[in-house]
């Protein structure tokens, strides 16, 4: 049973980049795709990225291309996002998630069968 825990999130300035961390154990990280989500209080929780166990990407939230970048260590079980010139319309909590093969085409939720209990990113204007 894979466990996916977040850390990295904070209170940062407007500008300021931060990087999330997803720390995997309990299987290997190598048969699972990994992406990266987001919610925001009183909307629906929304992908950012996916990455598979052959690197390859896929972008589910073309509002951040440029700014949010996926990536992953599979030896040390560790996938990551980088948010660069963080925006308020950026604070929310994020979530990684994961399921065993491929990445998805799109971002349903129902899709990912493991999931952490995210960590809240806050960005001050």
């Known amino acids: 049973q894979l466990q996916l825990v977040e850390s990295g999130g904070g209170l940062v300035q407007s500008g300021g980049s931060l990087r999330l961390s997803c720390a995997a154990s ?18 629906a929780r929304e992908g950012i990225q996916c990455m598979g166990g052959n690197g390859y990407r896929w972008d589910y939230l ?20 980088q948010i ?3 925006r308020p319309e950026d604070t929310a909590v994020y979530y990684c998630a994961a399921l065993l093969g491929l990445c998805p085409t ?8 493991f999931w952490g209990r995210g960590t ?4 001050a204007s």
């Open 106 to 113: 799109d971002s349903r939720e129902n899709q990912f069968n």
């Open 62 to 81: 073309d509002s951040v291309k440029g700014r949010l970048a996926i990536s992953r260590d599979s030896a040390k079980k560790m996938v990551y996002l």
């Open 84 to 86: 660069n010139n963080l």
């Open 120 to 123: 809240q990113v806050t960005v």
């Open 26 to 43: 309990g299987d290997t990280l190598g048969f699972y795709a990994i992406a990266w989500f987001r919610q925001v209080p009183g909307k």
